[in-house]
């Protein structure tokens, strides 16, 4: 989805111009953006956390080349979904976990039940973004 997905689903169920949704939507990520570099996190209860951290200088290695490189320390943003994002996400691994259980069940099915069971998993992932370099 895009910002101007976001801003026409926005404008159709609020009831305001796509302009002015649009304008209100920009000033919202604006604010996330002038908090995180002001004061390095921002709190959305019930959507998440983000955090701005430094990541270390290090040394990597080139995948072209083989050569070894120096990669300066740098600042990126992460990202910690909430409780009730987590939440409705998990649904959607249950919601296709169903879906897959009724296909193998049908008779039409051509795909061949798993060999060993599957692990269930809880990541603490964050998203990171940042300059490359």
Same mark, same amino acid.
């Given at each position: 989805?895009?910002?101007?997905?976001?801003?026409k689903?926005?404008?159709?169920?609020?009831g305001?111009?796509?302009?002015?949704?649009?304008?209100?939507?920009?000033?919202? $990520?604006?604010?996330?953006?002038?908090t &995180?570099?002001?004061?390095?996190?921002?709190? &959305?209860?019930? $959507?998440? +956390? $983000?955090?701005v951290?430094?990541?270390?200088?290090?040394?990597?290695?080139n995948?072209?080349?083989?050569e070894?490189?120096? +990669?300066?320390?740098?600042? +990126?943003?992460? $990202?910690k979904?909430?409780?009730?994002?987590?939440?409705?996400?998990?649904?959607?691994?249950?919601?296709?976990?169903?879906?897959?259980?009724?296909?193998?069940?049908? *008779?039409?099915?051509?795909?061949?039940? *798993? !060999?060993?069971?599957?692990? !269930?998993?809880?990541p603490?992932? !964050?998203?990171? !973004?940042?300059?490359?370099?």
């Amino acid at each position: 989805m895009t910002k101007k997905e976001i801003v026409k689903t926005i404008s159709e169920e609020i009831g305001l111009t796509q302009l002015k949704t649009k304008e209100i939507v920009q000033k919202t $990520f604006d604010a996330i953006v002038d908090t &995180l570099v002001e004061d390095k996190r921002i709190e &959305l209860r019930n $959507f998440g +956390v $983000f955090e701005v951290k430094q990541r270390a200088a290090r040394k990597a290695r080139n995948p072209r080349t083989g050569e070894k490189v120096f +990669v300066p320390k740098k600042f +990126v943003v992460t $990202f910690k979904p909430g409780k009730e994002m987590e939440e409705r996400v998990r649904e959607l691994e249950r919601l296709a976990a169903q879906q897959e259980a009724a296909s193998q069940n049908s *008779p039409n099915s051509q795909v061949p039940p *798993p !060999s060993t069971p599957s692990q !269930s998993y809880s990541p603490t992932t !964050s998203y990171e !973004s940042g300059t490359g370099g």
